[in-house]
């Protein structure tokens, strides 16, 4: 099983932005077909989706991220990104990358002034 590694996290001000970085350890061609996620668990909250990225490309967002947050992927250095603008106090959670049966250990994001 790969494991996942976050990086990026920390404190912000609201409208700053951050962006995420999840390395693999997982081999390209285990990598490279993989949907890639990003989820988020805030205080007394399920874990949520955020964004996702197929291996061709195709990306989603939750309704209360769209047109802020971006995924994006790199397969040649097996890495994926979450690039987030606009932050938002209600942003604040621990931020997990996710494939396959894979989740990192998670980054904590702070929103706040």
């Known amino acids: 099983q790969a494991r996942l590694m976050e990086s990026g996290g920390g404190l912000v001000q609201p409208g700053g932005s951050l962006r995420l970085t999840c390395t693999t350890t997982a081999i390209t061609s285990t990598f490279n077909p993989q949907t890639l996620a990003w989820y988020r668990q805030a205080p007394g909250r399920q874990r949520e989706l955020v964004a996702s990225i197929t291996s061709q490309g195709t990306t989603d967002y939750a309704d209360s991220v769209k047109d802020r947050f971006t995924i994006s992927r790199d397969n040649a250095r097996k890495k994926f990104y979450l690039q987030m603008n606009s932050l938002k106090p209600e942003d604040t959670a621990v931020y997990y990358c996710?494939?396959?049966?894979?989740w990192g250990r998670g980054t904590q994001v702070t929103v706040s002034s």
């Open positions: 996710h494939f396959g049966y894979s």
